[in-house]
């Protein structure tokens, strides 16, 4: 970031984070004092055409209630189980295979079954046990440790994005877009960009999806952008 010239919010500096890479492609180097209001980031002016760009965040929150019940379990089978029956510590990294766990319904019968597999890679079984949740498993001896530590690693393929999420985005941000174009203080914009961020939560595939035929807006461009890849879909 360059000098910081004016106080941002933290929604601001958000926004700016989840556009840096579209602000990278374009050219420019990302600075505090593109953050505006409306729109979100006015870029500077290039023989005074301005861009502004529009971020909004996709959220389905899918996985959320899952990925909260393995991180509960996973903290407490530490707790209730490793750092209880041995004295030696561990740095785990957890591979799942997938996170439809209905924890809503099941979380306690989830439990058992994952202490079950955690308890057949630490502790020897004499009948193997199947394996529901978990793909592998690496854990390290770390004999400096207080307590043992569970970490998920990247714990699932990208499903299909939820394109009625997508354009319900898309369709919020448009409803603003006519508005910015009458601001007096944004008559030097010639360009407006929309970004929609995913979070790896999400587990979306943006990579290769393009807009649904006669789709309409009024964005000159709209990317897709996750921590990993831009898709600009217009």
């Known amino acids: 970031m360059g000098i910081i ?42 023989d005074d055409r301005q861009i502004g760009i529009e971020v909004v965040f996709y959220s389905t929150q899918k996985h959320e209630e899952a990925e909260n019940a393995l991180n509960q379990i996973l903290g407490d089978y530490i707790e209730d189980v490793l750092d209880r029956k041995t004295v030696t510590r561990y ?34 079984q004499p009948v193997p046990v199947e394996r529901k949740y978990i793909a592998d498993l690496t854990a390290m001896e770390n004999p400096d440790a207080e307590h043992s530590f569970i970490g998920c690693d990247k714990v699932v393929a990208y499903d299909q994005l939820n394109e009625k999420v997508l354009l319900e985005c898309i369709n919020k941000k448009e409803e603003k877009l006519s508005a910015y174009k ?27 999806y393009k807009l649904p035929g006669g789709f309409e807006t009024k964005y000159d461009r709209i990317y897709l952008v996750d921590s990993f890849f831009i898709n600009r879909i217009k």
């Open 5 to 46: 010239n004016k106080k941002i919010s933290g929604k601001q500096r958000c926004e700016l984070l989840y556009a840096t890479s579209v602000i990278k492609e374009l050219g420019y180097v990302p600075d505090e004092d593109m953050c505006g209001d409306a729109p979100d980031i006015v870029l500077p002016s290039v």
């Open 91 to 124: 740095e785990i990294g957890v591979l799942f295979y997938n996170l439809e766990i209905p924890v809503h319904v099941n979380f306690k019968q989830a439990k058992e079954e994952l202490f079950k597999e955690l308890n057949s890679f630490f502790f020897p």
């Open 182 to 208: 009458n601001r007096l203080e944004n008559k030097a914009i010639r360009q407006f960009f929309l970004v929609i961020y995913f979070s790896f939560n999400e587990h979306a595939e943006l990579r290769g």
